[in-house]
């Protein structure tokens, strides 16, 4: 596509449910990143997928973060459990080489009440 | 431990003149750095890059000054026009393996009055 498409734009969810995140990068791209940004934070890198290779999720916050990405395309980010402190808009970005020219999808706003 | 600061959460700055946003970093390993832009409800967008071999780097309004001694870069924006009016965000990155992972600061908004 055109840029990287994140869904749902917004997501309101009970404190200790699932929820999914879905991000569509841009066709070609090979690398992938999730961020958070947190209310008055900058953003916060949570993992990385480049190609074939093993992900980087050293950016996860806790065993209840998870991320897949099919066939080198979309990608999923699950949060099990889902606490109040998990609020914050969840950013997608891909790029055509690594750590360059990420371009970010607009974001899926979750809000955990 | 913030490694990229925006000291300044808020900026106003008066059409036609410049807007001057700053940004600290601690990670000497930092040799890489972007300014992105961010309106509301929109994902950040690259606004201009230096290199750490370099202490300036031009693009139309936007000009970005790098102090390596200082650890400190700044972005200038002249003339500023209301349309500039955004979150701003400061970025870094290391050299080495993980040079996918951009630090951010924590944004600093600038709003520009007609």
């Known amino acids: 596509g055109a840029g990287v498409s994140q869904s749902p734009s917004n997501k309101v969810t009970e404190k200790g449910k699932d929820v999914e995140l879905r991000c569509d990068p841009i066709?070609?791209?090979?690398?992938l990143y999730w961020y958070r940004q947190s209310l008055g934070q900058g953003l916060e890198f949570l993992i990385y997928?480049?190609?074939?290779?093993?992900?980087?999720k050293s950016g996860l916050p806790s065993d209840r973060f998870s991320a897949e990405r099919t066939g080198g395309s979309v990608s999923t980010l699950t949060i099990q459990r889902t606490q109040q402190e998990d609020s914050a808009v969840y950013l997608c970005?891909?790029?055509?080489?690594?750590?360059?020219?990420?371009?970010f999808g607009s974001g899926t706003r979750l809000t955990v009440v | 431990d913030q490694q990229v600061k925006q000291n300044s959460p808020s900026l106003s700055v008066q059409e036609g003149r410049i807007s001057i946003l700053n940004c600290d970093y601690t990670n000497s390993m930092f040799d890489y750095f972007l300014w992105y832009k961010k309106y509301p409800a929109e994902g950040p967008t690259f606004l201009i890059s230096i290199s750490s071999i370099k202490d300036k780097n031009e693009d139309g309004r936007f000009t970005v000054f790098l102090n390596k001694s200082a650890k400190h870069l700044s972005l200038h924006i002249v003339p500023s026009q209301p349309g500039d009016s955004a979150v701003y965000f400061c970025?870094?990155?290391?050299?080495?393996?993980?040079?996918?992972?951009?630090?951010f600061g924590k944004g600093t908004l600038l709003t520009v009055n007609p």
């Open positions: 997928f480049q190609g074939n290779s093993a992900p980087d």
């Open positions: 970025a870094a990155r290391s050299s080495g393996g993980s040079n996918y992972k951009l630090t």
């Open positions: 970005a891909s790029s055509l080489l690594q750590g360059q020219g990420y371009t």
């Open positions: 066709s070609g791209h090979t690398a």
